[in-house]
């Protein structure tokens, strides 16, 4: 782990300092299903571990990438209403951005997922609109990491130039991590035979646990849910439409 990363989890403060590369070669991640049942007399409702694949390893960290985005949103918004925002909560995500998403997620698909389907000639030119995408991607958070200050958020210009910035990687990453999810990934795992998608998640697995070690998705995941609850939006309710007599209008 470099010293950055250091640095940076040991900010997070109540989420903890420790860090796992979970991802493409991350060491798989168990979801608990109930045990198939051969009839009834046989079910002893025992539960059984199954592996995720690398690429729902990716899916998984879009999702992530889609919880930081919306507190982008709900920061921007708030600053343009005039609303006080603390700088630390854009500043934190920005960060879980640089080294989770850029330095982390990014790479994996840049090492591992890229290369292979430029070799076989496979969504080439979907692939180099990425990458493109990746390095724009880099700039706005560097922006919005040095803009999430007090200083700037005191300043009616930085105000506007981080609400930009935060809109802008928005609209550029939410139809890039769907059309990774629709169209690369797809097209990657086709790319790939069985043994060789094999072969692939081994080494990975083994080369992010002799650099992270364990557990680095949820020290991930209890920092975006301390910044959600910063800004009122940790509650999936909170997002539910209200029509104007103040009442859900879920059915």
Partial sequence: MTLDRRKFFAS???????????????????IVLPRARVDDRQDDGAMIECAETPLEDLMQ????????????????????????????VLAHAGGIVRHYIEDHHERDEEQHIFPRLERVGVAVELVHTLLAQHVAGRKLTSEIIGLSTAASLRDNSDRARLVHAMRQFVRMYRPHAARENTVLFPAFR????????????????????????????????????????????????????IDRHGTTTAK
């Fill in 61 to 88: 960290e879009h999702a992530v990438l889609e919880r930081v985005m919306l507190i982008y949103e709900e920061g921007g918004r708030r600053l343009e209403a005039g609303l006080e925002v603390a700088p630390e």
């Fill in 12 to 30: 997070m403060g109540g989420a903890g300092a420790a860090a796992v590369g979970f991802g493409l070669g991350g060491r798989a991640k168990a």
């Fill in 190 to 241: 086709k790319a790939l035979s069985q043994s060789e998608y094999e072969a692939l998640r081994e080494s990975l697995e083994r080369s992010e646990e002799e650099t992270f070690g364990g557990q680095y998705f949820e020290t991930i995941m209890a920092e975006v849910v301390r910044l959600e609850a910063a800004f009122d939006i940790g509650e999936l309710a909170s997002f539910t439409p």
